[in-house]
């Protein structure tokens, strides 16, 4: 009789997950979570995205603002939510740890 395959492990992210946690609620809005977890490029589109509302809203272009505010921290969010479930990844592929994991990592 065959044995159940069970699903394979991923090792979790070295980053701390209080940290990408906090960083996401309090600076999600200029992408400093993505920084942290060494996905550069999100974090590079989530500052340009604050720029953006910041520019529209110094140029009167106040709708314009307005989708970008809104674009800018609904994807803040998303992504807080992500990381509080574990259902993110940092810049090498590796799953956060959720608080579901048991996982209380303090390493950086």
């Excluded at 314009?64 to 940092?90: E, K, M, S």
């Amino acid at each position: 009789m065959d044995s159940p395959v069970l699903p394979r492990q991923e090792p979790p992210s070295p980053k701390s997950y209080g940290t990408a946690v906090a960083l996401s609620s309090v600076l999600g809005f200029v992408g400093g979570h993505h920084f942290y977890l060494g996905r550069r490029a999100e974090g590079v589109l989530d500052a340009a995205l604050s720029v953006a509302w910041v520019v529209c809203f110094a140029l009167d272009q106040i709708v314009l603002g307005i989708l970008f505010v809104v674009a800018d921290f609904g994807h803040a969010l998303v992504v807080t939510i992500l990381l509080l479930t574990g259902n993110f990844r940092d810049g090498e592929g590796r799953p956060s740890a959720g608080w579901a994991s048991g996982r209380s990592s303090t390493s950086s």
